[in-house]
């Protein structure tokens, strides 16, 4: 006879797969078996940002939007019509070939970048978080599943037993009716 494996085993042979250290891997046991484990992770990095983070993600969620670039290519445009053509190039801020626009628009690149990077790196962070969180929700759904078929075998068997008894006390009724 197969030996039946308990929660703390089924959890222990899921994780063979991976490559746990101990002590993560008996961390993980206990939350999976003895408490809650769903977590909202939005809340929780929410918690933890600081206002340079609120600015990178605002920052990138201007820098990334359509009215963004379409203001740039309007700024863009203006400036070397404002240089080229309305003024003379006697009065010009930046005549052709714009050398001062070339520099304005590397210092922002290089400011602009890194903060958006910070903001994609947080948004990967958050995304390893719900990876985590979700894994270990459908780990201890599949145990609370296990769990659940065998309850709904034990049922079966009793059920099957009680059903058995029953027509064998009507069996013996009729007999004894027979007799009579």
């Known amino acids: 006879m197969e030996r039946r494996r308990t929660k703390k085993d089924i959890v222990k042979m899921l994780l063979r797969n991976n490559e746990l250290e101990e002590q993560d891997e008996e961390e993980l046991l206990n939350l999976l078996i003895d408490q809650p484990i769903a977590i ?12 340079g983070d609120h600015f990178a993600d605002k920052l990138s969620e201007i820098a990334g939007s359509w009215t963004f670039i379409i203001l740039f290519i309007i700024f863009l445009l203006g400036w070397i019509g404002l240089n080229t053509f309305i003024l003379s190039s006697e009065e010009a801020i930046d005549p052709y070939p714009f050398i001062l626009l070339n520099l304005v628009l590397s210092c922002i690149a290089a400011l602009q970048a890194p903060i958006i990077m910070m ?46 008894y029953i027509k064998e006390q009507e069996e013996k009724k009729d007999e004894s009716q027979k007799d009579r």
């Open 40 to 51: 909202d992770v939005d809340k929780q990095e929410e918690a933890k940002m600081t206002k």
């Open 119 to 164: 903001s994609q790196n947080r948004q990967a962070e958050k995304d390893s978080l719900r990876n985590q969180n979700d894994y270990r929700t459908d780990l201890k759904s599949e145990l609370i599943l296990e769990s659940l078929h065998d309850q709904m075998n034990s049922i079966l068997k009793n059920q099957k037993q009680i059903l058995k």
